[in-house]
T-cell receptor
Framework: AQSVTQPDIHITVSEGASLELRCNYS??????LFWYVQSPGQGLQLLLK??????LVQGIKGFEAEFKRSQSSFNLRKPSVHWSDAAEYFC???????????FGAGTRLTVKP | EAGVTQFPSHSVIEKGQTVTLRCDPI?????LYWYRRVMGKEIKFLLH????????ESGMPNNRFLAERTGGTYSTLKVQPAELEDSGVYFC????????????FGQGTRLTVV
């Protein structure tokens, strides 16, 4: 069955520390891959996306993600977290030929001073 | 340019009442999607419009939910009668073309049925 897994429900990091949020997917073929962020009171904002090509994708706000086909993963990273990064992060995947976008359950990020 | 806007931002209704959620997509976006997130769960697809036509409504939970998109512009999602399990955040998104583009999301409507 097709699925998206974000194993970490909640992560706490100190400001300035590095961050990695995990995302694994189970699909028949490599789908389009996305990371969205939802800050309190805001909608879902696209951080970055992978369609094809370079497997290391740069996004907004200093985030990047690496697609690893062998591991069916698309982990989100940031070298130095800022307090404003506290939010909920969603990994999403979509097949190339339809609109069936599936989301992970989300990872809530808390940033300690 | 305005993004995807949703009204209201919050709604609290009693079980058995009717609620209508509205979504205004980005101008020129033919594709409009509704999603729902029940507390603590993943965001789930409800349905997809292409202009005024329902392209895929496989995610609609049951016949208490009715979505419309008049003239291919804004969309409404009506829940009638509302049940407790309908509580959650309802997201709307729009995109220009189906393939090779991302969807832009609204801020969501938080629905609480008491």
């Amino acid at each position: 069955a097709q699925s998206v897994t974000q194993p970490d429900i909640h992560i706490t990091v100190s400001e300035g520390a590095s961050l990695e949020l995990r995302c694994n997917y189970s699909y028949g073929a490599t789908p389009y891959l996305f990371w969205y962020v939802q800050s309190p009171g805001q909608g879902l904002q696209l951080l970055l996306k992978y369609f094809s090509g370079d497997t290391l994708v740069q996004g907004i706000k200093g985030f990047e993600a690496e697609f690893k086909r062998s591991q069916s993963s698309f982990n989100l990273r940031k070298p130095s977290v800022h307090w404003s990064d506290a939010a909920e992060y969603f990994c999403a995947v979509r097949p190339h030929n339809n609109n069936d976008m599936r989301f992970g359950a989300g990872t809530r990020l808390t940033v300690k001073p | 340019e305005a993004g995807v806007t949703q009204f209201p931002s919050h709604s609290v209704i009693e079980k058995g009442q009717t609620v209508t959620l509205r979504c205004d997509p980005i101008s020129g976006h033919d594709n409009l999607y509704w999603y729902r997130r029940v507390m603590g769960k993943e965001i789930k697809f409800l349905l997809h419009f292409v202009k005024e036509s329902k392209q895929d409504e496989s995610g609609m939970p049951n016949n208490r939910f009715l979505a419309e998109r008049t003239g291919g512009t804004y969309s409404t999602l009506k829940v009638q009668p509302a049940e407790l399990e309908d509580s959650g955040v309802y997201f709307c998104a729009s995109s220009q073309e189906l393939l090779n583009t991302e969807a832009f999301f609204g801020q969501g409507t938080r629905l609480t049925v008491v």
